[in-house]
């Protein structure tokens, strides 16, 4: 007999197909960020160290633009398992793709560097974005063990995360990067085998296409899918050839504000031409507030892995006793906490609100924001430590990484519930999926501020990350004292039950 994913307790209490989507996505998360943490440093590595021996402005404008092009795949991803073919198979043929990036970045070879990451960035945004949905998919609308899976389930990105921080972080300075990289090709190679053997047990949670698609749907999709391979192909071969030449700085700027426009016309579309009621409208003004928080945060946020990450190589003193520490370590620093602090903020939100006292989505997140800001107040004392010709001790990096998770635990999941919740319903998954565009901004513009890190002018270092700081906490003042206004705004969310329906005008 066949049971009911909503009736299934053989993982700790929650359906068989959540330990089949917690493996795989902790395998997967182990191959991402083991190799995202590198990337800035191998790209500034010189020639003799196996490094692309780039400027940090162009390998930091190259990690904005990867780690930017990674949310905003999700999108079309998002779509081709809907429309084309379920998430079950982009989560496995994302997850194929995802490790054939990887070897193709063990390779030795300066020449298909670009392959591999492009690679990486097309299989994640075939992953990531299904395999999360397929989680809510295991549980019935009104089942309570929901918010407990996603809660095992981010643990599991968190595990994964670790593991990739530390294999791959020891390995590069020890074995080599390349060594590194092929580890992450294995750890997702591992997820993958756990997906295959275990895939059952998902039973037909994202086996088939959400909305069944018209045979015009897909042969437009599938036309469109592929114009986009050959013309990606083709300014990939141009540029390893040298036909094309790319200034990564000028592009990052240009996708910056491409990603911005995007954001902007989708927002307006369904803010003006959506038929929205008053309510929704307000709604949607105090969303908005929240998706400028958004963006800021995550460029501050992102320096973790470019100007932080130089910041430990070059100017940490990593020395303890005989052993010295791996550079990529230190970032392991925001999972830890994030493990150890997701419990006292669960917590914390439920006994403010239990009190009355919670503040609202708009409040939280400009805390968030202005926390995450003061994490670079400390980083502004510890660069005027380095440019005076000394290494700092670890715990100056540790104390930033603390603020910016306990900034990140304020904001991020708070702005995901807010999107859930403030979003007009029929256009929920649309919202969703225009507020990841302000992770893809964020990441875009992290990349262009840490560009200005110039390790032959030490003494500009503390500007930079006074500037950032200054910045942050005058965009979260401002959120802060609007969120005055808009927490009215957030209430009206409570009486959506009350409104009628109103007619659907998409924007195209």
Not at 83 to 111: D, E, F, K, N, T
Not at 118 to 137: C, E, F, H, Q, Y
Not at 171 to 178: C, D, F, S
Not at 459 to 475: C, E, G, K, R, V
Request: hydrophobic share 50%; proline share 4%.
């Amino acid at each position: 007999m066949t049971i009911k994913t909503s009736d299934d307790t053989s993982f700790i209490g929650h359906p068989g197909g959540l330990m089949t989507l917690f493996f795989t996505e902790m395998w997967e998360r182990m191959s991402y960020y083991g190799m995202r943490a590198l990337l800035v440093l191998f790209m500034t590595a010189s020639l003799q160290e196996e490094g692309l021996a780039f400027t940090v402005a162009s390998a930091t404008a190259i990690y904005g633009l990867y780690t930017g092009a990674v949310y905003f795949m999700g999108l079309p991803g998002g779509w081709i398992a809907d429309r084309l073919i379920g998430s079950q198979q982009a989560v496995w043929y994302g997850g194929i793709i995802i490790m054939c990036g990887h070897i193709v970045l063990a390779i030795p070879s300066h020449s298909t560097f670009f392959i591999g990451l492009i690679l990486v960035v097309l299989g994640t945004g075939l992953l990531k974005p299904n395999i999360s949905a397929m989680v809510g998919g295991l549980y019935a609308d009104n089942d309570a063990r929901r918010d407990s899976g996603y809660t095992i389930y981010y643990m599991g990105i968190n595990i994964g995360s670790l593991i990739g921080y530390g294999v791959c972080g020891w390995l590069a300075p020890n074995m080599g990067y390349h060594w590194a990289f092929g580890a992450a090709a294995v750890g997702m190679a591992i997820g993958l085998l756990q997906y295959k053997a275990t895939r059952s047990k998902l039973q037909d949670v994202g086996f088939e296409p959400a909305a069944a698609p018209s045979p015009s749907i897909k042969k437009t999709g599938w036309t469109g899918i592929i114009v986009f391979l050959l013309t990606l192909i083709g300014v990939t071969a141009a540029t390893t050839m040298g036909i094309l030449v790319i200034d990564p700085v000028a592009l990052a700027k240009y996708v910056a504000i491409a990603f911005t426009v995007i954001f902007f016309i989708y927002f307006g579309g369904i803010f003006f031409f959506g038929n929205l009621s008053e309510a929704e409208k307000k709604r949607m003004g105090a969303l908005f507030l929240i998706c400028v928080a958004s963006a800021c945060f995550w460029a501050g946020f992102e320096q973790a892995g470019s100007s932080l990450n130089l910041f430990g190589r070059d100017y940490t003193d990593r020395m303890i006793g005989a052993f010295s520490i791996p550079p990529a370590w230190f970032q392991s620093a925001n999972s830890i906490f994030i493990i150890l602090l997701s419990p006292f903020f669960a917590a914390l939100w439920v006994n403010l609100g239990k009190r009355m006292m919670d503040p609202s989505y708009g409040a939280k997140c400009a805390i968030g924001l202005i926390i995450m800001a003061t994490g670079f107040i400390v980083m502004f004392f510890a660069a005027q430590l380095a440019a005076s010709g000394l290494k700092v001790a670890p715990y100056w990096l540790i104390t930033t990484y603390f603020l910016h998770t306990v900034g990140e635990l304020c904001l991020s999941p708070v702005a995901l519930s807010a999107v859930s919740k403030l979003s007009p319903r029929r256009f929920a998954g649309q919202m969703m999926g225009v507020f990841v565009l302000t992770y893809s901004i964020g990441n875009v513009i992290a990349g262009l501020l840490a560009g200005n890190f110039n390790p032959d002018r030490l003494d500009t270092m503390p500007n930079l990350y006074m500037q950032i700081s200054l910045f942050s906490i005058a965009i979260g003042i401002v959120v802060l004292l609007l969120s005055l206004k808009t927490r009215y705004w957030e209430a009206l969310a409570d009486n959506k039950s009350k409104e009628g329906s109103h007619p659907v005008t998409e924007p195209t």
